[in-house]
């Protein structure tokens, strides 16, 4: 049986294994290794774009694996299919991984209804493992009816999850701190549902900071978005809620929501509009990719690099030039390819 097939025969412990071997064939970085996975990747296109991608990040200590293991028991409990992909933080030493998701999960991992794919981020911007987004291909191609992609933590870098999901969520704590470092602008604004999480340790924090933040989301909806200040009905508005993953309490309003704003988005059409607005900017991100991999690897560049990188470091030529000097190298380079 081939490994496409495999993962399209339904759920069952073939097709388990067929996932864990095309999600570790999508992340080799040998040649043979990624054709491969090209291959397989366009004979399961047709089979994919069916499950809800739903992105949730925030800081360390939030909860979002409790969060996350109620929400997906609670999505088995529905009768739908769950697959996690929860990027943990490499070692800046040996590159690995602690892969702790599992451990934090224990009940959902156990159940055959859900996959829980735990991957290193390798250093890659955006919390999100580099082939986050071929990893949720597969799973939806599975049958998964909702994929779930949690990043590493939230900062200037760990906002990639909300350019290749359908919906963006952030968690909050009750007592943030200073409520500036607690709504930070450049992560709310991607946001469309902020979760105040363990409401039940301070019910009285979670009920200031909900209003805080949804009056924040107010503001950066009338000054980003001219839509969402004529209170639109047709359109998904940000909204903040309190919730407590802990005790299982609100997590059914969490996914009435979710299921809110995925009709809504659906019926106005910018849900498939977002879709193909990612699938463009992911494949310009893979050109870009690739480009900055065959500059780096060009003998014509290398041979000049660490000279030229010398002078630039020294002051004796300007880091404008020496990029145009090292561009010309690579594109004489390959003119004569």
């Not at 339904?10 to 097709?15: A, E, I, R, S």
């Not at 309003?253 to 995925?262: G, H, I, K, L, N």
């Not at 630039?312 to 000097?325: H, P, Q, W, Y």
Request: overall charge neutral; hydrophobic content about 45%.
């Amino acid at each position: 049986m081939s490994l496409a097939a495999a993962l399209l025969g339904g759920p069952g412990p073939v097709q388990r294994r067929a996932i864990a071997k095309a999600i570790t064939l999508l992340e080799s970085t040998r040649t043979d290794h990624r054709q491969q996975a090209d291959a397989l990747l366009t004979e399961l296109l047709p089979h994919t774009g069916r499950a809800l991608r739903l992105g949730i990040s925030g800081v360390p200590g939030v909860g979002k694996s409790t969060f996350i293991e109620a929400l997906g028991l609670f999505l088995i409990d529905q009768g739908l299919r769950v697959a996690v992909l929860a990027v943990d933080p490499s070692s800046s030493v040996s590159g690995g991984s602690i892969l702790g998701d599992k451990t934090r999960m224990e009940r959902l991992s156990m159940d055959e209804r859900a996959y829980i794919r735990p991957s290193p981020s390798s250093g890659t911007l955006g919390g999100v493992a580099e082939k986050t987004r071929e990893a949720m291909l597969i799973c939806e191609a599975a049958g998964f009816d909702v994929v779930i992609v949690e990043t590493v933590g939230v900062g200037q870098s760990e906002t990639a999850v909300a350019g290749m999901t359908d919906m963006y969520c952030l968690l909050q704590l009750p007592n943030a701190g200073d409520d500036l470092q607690a709504i930070k602008k450049g992560v709310m604004e991607l946001a469309d549902l902020v979760v105040i999480n363990k409401a039940d340790i301070d019910a009285a924090a979670a009920t200031r900071a909900q209003a805080q933040i949804a009056s924040s989301l107010r503001l950066f909806g009338q000054l980003g978005h001219p839509d969402h200040a004529h209170h639109d009905r047709t359109i998904w508005h940000p909204r903040a809620m309190q919730l407590s993953a802990l005790k299982a309490d609100g997590i059914d309003s969490f996914w009435a929501a979710v299921s809110e704003y995925r009709d809504l988005q659906t019926a106005n059409g910018r849900l498939a509009a977002k879709r193909q607005a990612q699938a463009q900017a992911w494949m310009w991100e893979r050109i870009q990719a690739g480009l900055r991999q065959r500059f780096a690897e060009a003998p014509a560049v290398r041979a000049v690099l660490a000279e030229t990188t010398a002078q630039v470091l020294n002051g004796t030529l300007a880091a404008s030039t020496a990029a145009r000097r090292l561009l010309a190298k690579f594109s004489g380079e390959n003119d004569h390819a």
